[in-house]
Structures are given as structure tokens and as C-alpha cells.
């Protein structure tokens, strides 16, 4: 059907008669495709590409108030387009007039709210609801109002550190993976990273109770050695809630990077806690506060308490113990680390020939034996986190592919724990 503008902003967009005739009609008005319906003594008119996936809603089925998308049978209310099924989320409706028998359509009336506004309510809606397309469609809508990464990075985490009792999760790990990438991503992939940070942080809270705070201490009058000194207590014995007064005084209180080093020696106090994620979901939560503001550490670092107290330690692990005993030697090596500190405190290390090679060795005695001997001759933590980056690295290109998914996940938790470690030294 041909479309006039009239003097207004309303478009003539059909001849009355033919549409209560027909019952239902498509038509165009801008660049709006419309579907119009005649229904219940009414005229209507709605965006025809359905809001889930863009069927044609012309060729929906219209009864008792209701329009109803034949492709996956989303309902939508027709007067208003608000939708039964929150999954397909709402069609845009427009205002419709009858002037001397002619049917005429606003087709860019005024929004109920301003774009970021609106976009930034339906990002909350998709995060609460889990709904994948809300979620993209609000960062896409974020996007081409120009409003920064960090603003729907930023709710993002505020939602997976608030509403998932469990604390920090896979969802905002890659999150924060995903903002650590975007300046290397091309413009048009960086909606695409953040759409998957998001949607993944809104299914680890699906259906999970949220988090209730605990208060910082009342005091400021305590040492950050002393708070640091009470925070790895309280992880020692896995007491959750000792554990977050003393970080959040600590927040309160102390230096970003003073923050950062409790966490740390915390999640550094046992081996490979939960099969490297401790240390890793800490790192990433650290980086990113790098990205929204440290001033937002009070709401975000708390969620990873639970990933500390409730942790594996891998020395109870018999697979660390037998055949070789690898705790042990670590824990030796620990206590070697004040000397051979202080042996190469004035040296320069060069990495020696082949030492990637020695640390991917299958002998654990030579792996130690080899970084003690870097520590000794000077190597800095970030040097020697680089080189056994590295090596986790190569382990898992020349991963066998006939290995079981089991197995990769043990190559894949060493890189991101070795590479959590060197960005954590850096
Ligand atoms: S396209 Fe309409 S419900 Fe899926």
C-alpha cells in the first residue's frame, strides 16, 4: 500500500474501508514496515517484523485482543504490543487516527523514556529475566547512543556480584574477559563480547538466591597488617562472613593495590585453590575495577569471598601427593624463597636455553629445581609468571586432540590460572 505524509507527523497508510474489509493490511510509513489490523471495532498498527527473530506479524493470527506470531507463537497485546512472553520481548506499536476515511499512523512517535534510559532499564530486564535477546538488543540500542562500554559493563557486574549468593562465577569472568579484550576486538565484534559477557553472568544467576551484605567494621583505627593478618584467618577456616567485614574495612580503608595484595595472599595461602579459579576469578574481579572504577570495589570484590573460603586446596589432593609428592616440594621451595630473594636481589635474570622446555618437563623435582635457581639468579615474579605462561600456554597448542574433555580442562585451568598469575605480577 502507498503511504502519503500528511501535515503533520501522521502518514496516511490506508484506506479505512479496504482495512476493516481485509481485516488486516501491511504497510510502510518512513522507513517503518507496519502491520495493520482492524480488530474489536479498532484500528492498529504495529512494527510487522516480530521482535523475536522478524516474522512478518501481518501473517500472525489476531483474536480476542491478543496478535500472535505463527513462527514461535510469541503473544503480544495488541493495543499496547507488550508481549505474553518475555523471551520474544515487546513489538513497537504506533498511534493510529481515522481522518475522512483514511487510516493514518505516527510512525516515530515520542519514546515513553529517553534511548539510554530505555536501554539501560531493558539491560536490567534481560540480566534479571535471562533473556539473551533483550540482553543484546539492549547493548546494541547502548551502543548507537554512544554510551560507553563501561556503563553496561559496570551494571553487569553490580547484577553477577549482587544476585548469585554463591559469589563470583564463570559469567563474570569472562565478563571481565570480555573488557579486557575489547580494545584488541574490531568495532563491530566488541557488542558481540560484551553480549556474551552479559548473557553469561545473567545465566549464572538464573534462579539463585542473592547475596546479603555484611558491614565493614565500625572502627578504623586497624592496621592494614593487622586486617590483612584477620582476612587470611578468617579464609584459613573458611569463616565467610569474618572474612567480609575484614575486606570490606579493607576497602574502606586501605590503597587499591593494598586491597588487591590481601586477595591475593589469600587465595595464594593453599595450592592451586579449586583448580586455579580462586586465584583466577580474583584476578578478574581485580581487572575489572580496573575497567569501571575502584570506587566500585565495595560492591563487586566481596562476591569473590565465597571462591576463597569455600576453596579445594589441592595439597589434600592424593593426585598432588602420589607418586610424587608435589605439595611437599612446593611448600619447601616456600620456605627456601626469603635466601634465594635475597641470593638475586642485585642480579639481572636472562631466561636460560630451553627453560620453557624444562618447566613442561614431566619431572616435578627438575620443574622446582629449575625456578628456584631463576629466583636465585635474580628472576622477578612477573619474569618467571611470563615463562610459566608460557609454557601452560604451548601445553595446550600441542594438546592431544584424542584427549577427553576432562583432560583439556586440566591444560585449559593451568593457562588461565599461570596467565591470571603473570597479569596479576605485571
Ligand atoms: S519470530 Fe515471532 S515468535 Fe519468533
Given at each position: 500500500m502507498a503511504t502519503e505524509q500528511s501535515d503533520s507527523d501522521l502518514v496516511k497508510v490506508a484506506d479505512a474501508d479496504e482495512l476493516r474489509e481485509e481485516g488486516r493490511l501491511i504497510s510502510r510509513a518512513g522507513n517503518r514496515a507496519l502491520a495493520l489490523f482492524y480488530h474489536e471495532g479498532e484500528f492498529r498498527a504495529v512494527?510487522?517484523?516480530?521482535?523475536?527473530?522478524?516474522?512478518?506479524?501481518?501473517?500472525g493470527t489476531v483474536d480476542e485482543g491478543i496478535l500472535t506470531c505463527h513462527w514461535h507463537h510469541a503473544r503480544f497485546?495488541?493495543?499496547?504490543?507488550?508481549?505474553?512472553?518475555?523471551?520474544?520481548d515487546d513489538v513497537q506499536t504506533f498511534p493510529v487516527e481515522v481522518r475522512d476515511g483514511d487510516v493514518y499512523v505516527d510512525p516515530y512517535p515520542e519514546p515513553d523514556l529517553p534511548p539510554v534510559e530505555h536501554w539501560s532499564d531493558r539491560l536490567e530486564t534481560g540480566l534479571e529475566e535471562s533473556l539473551q535477546l533483550v540482553v543484546a538488543k539492549s547493548v546494541l540500542g547502548l551502543a548507537d547512543e554512544d554510551v560507553p562500554y563501561t556503563d553496561p559493563l559496570r551494571a553487569g557486574l553490580a547484577f553477577g556480584a549482587t544476585y548469585?549468593?554463591?559469589?563470583?562465577?564463570s559469567g563474570l569472568t569472562i565478563l571481565s574477559a570480555m573488557a579486557n579484550l575489547l580494545d584488541a576486538l574490531r568495532p563491530e565484534d566488541r557488542n558481540r563480547a560484551l553480549y556474551v559477557g552479559l548473557s553469561r553472568v545473567a545465566q549464572d544467576c538464573q534462579g539463585e538466591p542473592p547475596r546479603f551484605d555484611q558491614p565493614s567494621f565500625?572502627?578504623?583505627?586497624?592496621?592494614a597488617e593487622r586486617l590483612e593478618e584477620w582476612f587470611r584467618e578468617s579464609v584459613e577456616v573458611r569463616d565467610e562472613d569474618g572474612a567480609e567485614r575484614c575486606l570490606r574495612t579493607a576497602v574502606e580503608t586501605l590503597e587499591p593495590e593494598r586491597v588487591a595484595d590481601l586477595l591475593y595472599s589469600a587465595a595464594t595461602d593453599?595450592?592451586?585453590?579449586d583448580a586455579g579459579h580462586t586465584f583466577d576469578f580474583v584476578n578478574k574481579a581485580c581487572e575489572s575495577l580496573d575497567h569501571v572504577g575502584w570506587e566500585r570495589a565495595d560492591e563487586i570484590l566481596p562476591s569473590v569471598i565465597p571462591r576463597l573460603t569455600r576453596a579445594t586446596r589441592s595439597e589434600e589432593l592424593s593426585s598432588w601427593r602420589q607418586p610424587d609428592d608435589v605439595a611437599e616440594l612446593v611448600f619447601d621451595a616456600y620456605d627456601e624463597l626469603p635466601d634465594l630473594l635475597e641470593d638475586g636481589a642485585d642480579e639481572t635474570w636472562d631466561d636460560p636455553n630451553g627453560f620453557v622446555e624444562t618447566l613442561l618437563s614431566d619431572d616435578p623435582e627438575e620443574v622446582v629445581t629449575a625456578m628456584k635457581a631463576a629466583v636465585q639468579n635474580g628472576a622477578t615474579a612477573a619474569e618467571l609468571a611470563g615463562e610459566v605462561a608460557h609454557a601452560a600456554g604451548r601445553r595446550v597448542a600441542q594438546f592431544g586432540t584424542s584427549n577427553e574433555f576432562s583432560d583439556w580442562n586440566t591444560v585449559h585451568h593451568t593457562y588461565s590460572y599461570a596467565n591470571a598469575v603473570h597479569k596479576a605480577a605485571l
Open positions: 512494527d510487522n517484523r516480530c521482535p523475536h527473530m522478524g516474522f512478518p506479524l501481518a501473517e497485546e495488541l493495543s499496547c504490543g507488550d508481549t505474553f512472553d518475555p523471551w520474544a548469585r549468593a554463591d559469589g563470583w562465577s565500625s572502627t578504623r583505627d586497624v592496621s593453599h595450592l592451586y585453590m
